[in-house]
């Protein structure tokens, strides 16, 4: 398995709404990965799990809450989102650097529109 | 603080050409740099990742070639095809992080 799949693919949710995006993969990678992406804009950065911790939160806003309940799984809890948080949320998994270390491998995303 | 820039921002050419992509970067210690391709409204496919070590990697009729000193990557296409079309991005990371930086991509149309 190659692949990084990511579920639900298209996601409408109100502002009061309480949601999780899903990521999960079976590569063996032990570092995974959430950017958002505006359109036209190139994919921001804003969580960084290594084994199973979190290693990186560039200052993504408390409404956004990630999850890495084990190796190949990784949540993303969504809560009083904005309008201006709709976007493409991409899900990205890779080995850790090193030997093995043979760069990222994006899921499709999940398009969450929020009304 | 790493800042990655592609030029062009956008490229059309017709079918059957070859053209190059640029991508640069201002910190040259990085670890590795990746070149991905995106469809509208999809994720990213990796096309091609090159090691610091590494010079050059081909794969089919992509080559991208990277040149640290002088903090640029380049990739490659031969004989484009309209299935080529997409927006191309390139990432860069440094030793010790987790953190890719993106650049500001290039849209390509190869036009039938």
């Known amino acids: 398995d190659t692949e990084v799949t990511q579920t639900p693919k298209h996601l409408v949710m109100g502002m009061t709404n309480k949601k999780s995006l899903k990521c999960e993969q079976h590569m063996g990678h032990r570092a995974m990965y959430w950017y958002k992406q505006k359109a036209k804009k190139p994919p921001e950065l804003m969580f960084v799990y290594s084994y199973e911790k979190l290693s990186i939160n560039e200052s993504v806003p408390s409404r956004f809450s990630p999850e890495c309940p084990n190796s190949s799984l990784l949540n993303l809890h969504l809560h009083a989102l904005q309008p201006e948080d709709s976007a493409l949320y991409l899900c990205?998994?890779?080995?850790?650097?090193?030997?093995?270390?043979?760069?990222?491998?994006f899921g499709s995303g999940t398009r969450l529109t929020v009304v | 603080k790493q800042e990655v820039t592609q030029i062009p921002a956008a490229l059309s050419v017709p079918e059957g050409e070859n053209l190059v992509l640029n991508c640069s970067f201002t910190d040259s210690a990085i670890y590795n740099l990746q070149w991905f391709r995106q469809d509208p409204g999809k994720g990213l496919t990796s096309l091609l990742l090159?090691?610091?070590?590494?010079r050059e990697q081909t794969s089919g009729r992509l080559n991208a070639s990277l040149d640290k000193s002088s903090g640029r990557s380049t990739l490659y296409i031969a004989a484009s095809q309209p299935g080529d079309s997409a927006t191309y991005l390139c990432a860069v990371s440094a030793s010790g992080t987790y953190k890719y930086i993106f650049g500001t991509g290039t849209r390509l149309k190869v036009l039938a």
């Open positions: 990205a998994s890779s080995h850790t650097q090193g030997i093995g270390f043979s760069g990222y491998t």
């Open positions: 090159i090691q610091s070590s590494q």
